[in-house]
């Protein structure tokens, strides 16, 4: 079973959607160490192509090493139907950005999610109700798989809220990128501490 696998997506893949995806594995790592990428894959992508190839924005990547994170190897890439489709849950730093990923695969609706709402939703998710947090892709994989179905059913058809999305950082100054990684965080750690058990 491959680990269970979440895509992070802003729009040019450098700031918002990078720290999110290494924020993830950050605070999956400080829940079982070693064994982390046998059990997740954090990826990101951005809905337009005009950085593809380029290192993460220098304040990002600030940022991340200065929460303990690393940026290095970080390559940015272009959305593609094809990372929809590796993807057990996509977040998205914007509504617009569900959209796009929406136009690329509908079927992904029920996986997709504004990364605020996914942290919204988090809360209404039981834990007793999931399957059992074991540290082995099988296990975690279907544990992972249940809490976007609870999510998917939580929001009820429900529209994300404007302070669900990220505001974007770039070119803003340090002071921004630091309130936007705190938001990433308030819903990645709850979220690992759910999908690895608290």
């Known amino acids: 079973m491959p680990p269970f696998s979440v895509l992070h997506v802003c729009m040019g893949n450098i700031c918002r959607s990078p720290m999110a995806e290494r924020l993830l594995h950050q605070a999956a790592r400080e829940r079982v160490g070693d ?3 046998e ?13 593809e190839g380029d290192a993460m924005n220098p304040p990002a990547a600030r940022e991340l090493r200065r929460r303990g994170g690393a940026d290095a190897g970080f390559t940015a890439r272009k959305l593609r139907a094809e990372h929809v489709d590796s993807a057990d849950l996509v977040l998205t730093a914007t509504a617009e950005q569900v959209d ?3 136009g690329l695969r509908p079927d992904a609706a029920g996986r997709t999610f504004v990364i605020g709402e996914f942290g919204r939703l988090l809360t209404v998710v039981d834990p007793v109700a ?10 975690i994989h279907a544990r992972g798989v249940a809490v976007v179905e609870a999510a998917d059913a939580g929001r009820a058809g429900r529209a994300p809220r404007p302070d669900d999305e990220l505001d974007d950082p770039w070119g803003r100054g340090d002071s921004f990128f630091t309130r936007v990684a705190d938001e990433i965080q308030f819903v990645v750690r709850p979220f690992a501490a759910v999908l690895f058990g608290a």
């Not at 059990?39 to 950085?51: I, K, P, V, Y």
């Not at 999931?130 to 296990?139: G, K, M, S």
């Open 100 to 102: 796009y990923v929406l």
């Open 35 to 37: 064994k982390v990428d």
């Open 130 to 139: 999931l399957p059992p947090a074991a540290p082995e892709p099988d296990a």
């Open 39 to 51: 059990l997740l894959l954090s990826q990101s992508a951005g809905t337009g192509g005009w950085h």
